[in-house]
T-cell receptor
Framework: ETGVTQTPRHLVMGMTNKKSLKCEQHLGHNAMYWYKQSAKKPLELMFVYSLEERVENNSVPSRFSPECPNSSHLFLHLHTLQPEDSALYLCASSQDRRLASYNEQFFGPGTRLTVL | TQLLEQSPQFLSIQEGENLTVYCNSS?????LQWYRQEPGEGPVLLVTVVTGGEVKKLKRLTFQFGDARKDSSLHITAAQPGDTGLYLCAGELIQGAQKLVFGQGTRLTINP
């Protein structure tokens, strides 16, 4: 138990569906992250939020839409996804955005997404 | 091409053997981290190395950061089945705010 929870743990959706992934951190952190982990690629950073403001978007397609209503919650809204978007989506949090050598990221267990 | 290359990608050995996993790059990092990820879970941080040439030990695990801060290695002595998992290295690029780039991982299996 890392203090970061994600729901749902598994999700199967069609290409025309709209769904949302939820992340909650109970650590009092101010920075939150979405990562994508697929079988054939390294873990990829998608979005970064700091104090509820999006500070980084790593060229992610617009069919992925993040939302951070407060410092404890992070959502990833999904619509018209493609089969190649099937992957494990991981949420992480850290105290702030100082260098990682001072500031560990804690990961949630991930949501395993399958797009049919 | 990937910024961080891990080798080997897959390793299956017998309990009690020693092993080394490598993480290499042509880029310089301000720090480098090693994580272990088990099925159904997110990565968990094992260690962060910051200084070139630094060596850190965590029980049977020894981590080394290269002198030029471009590469790192993880050595496990007398591997046990509990060491099984996906080992990820992640480098922090030298810039103002935290941004990690990950290697593709080494999937390690220790057979009893």
């Amino acid at each position: 138990e890392t203090g970061v929870t994600q729901t749902p743990r598994h999700l199967v959706m069609g290409m025309t569906n709209k769904k949302s992934l939820k992340c909650e951190q109970h650590l009092g952190h101010n920075a939150m992250y979405w990562y994508k982990q697929s079988a054939k690629k390294p873990l990829e950073l998608m979005f970064v939020y700091s104090l509820e403001e999006r500070v980084e978007n790593n060229s992610v397609p617009s069919r992925f839409s993040p939302e951070c209503p407060n410092s404890s919650h992070l959502f990833l809204h999904l619509h018209t996804l493609q089969p190649e978007d099937s992957a494990l989506y991981l949420c992480a949090s850290s105290q702030d955005r100082r260098l990682a050598s001072y500031n560990e990221q804690f990961f949630g267990p991930g949501t395993r997404l399958t797009v049919l | 091409t990937q910024l961080l290359e891990q080798s080997p990608q897959f390793l299956s050995i017998q309990e009690g053997e020693n092993l080394t996993v490598y993480c290499n790059s042509s880029s310089v990092f301000s720090s480098l981290q090693w994580y272990r990820q088990e099925p159904g879970e997110g990565p968990v941080l094992l260690v962060t190395v910051v200084t070139g040439g630094e060596v850190k030990k965590l029980k049977r695990l020894t981590f080394q950061f290269g002198d030029a801060r471009k590469d790192s290695s993880l050595h496990i002595t007398a591997a046990q089945p509990g060491d099984t998992g996906l080992y990820l290295c992640a480098g922090e690029l030298i810039q103002g705010a935290q941004k990690l780039v990950f290697g593709q991982g080494t999937r390690l299996t220790i057979n009893p």
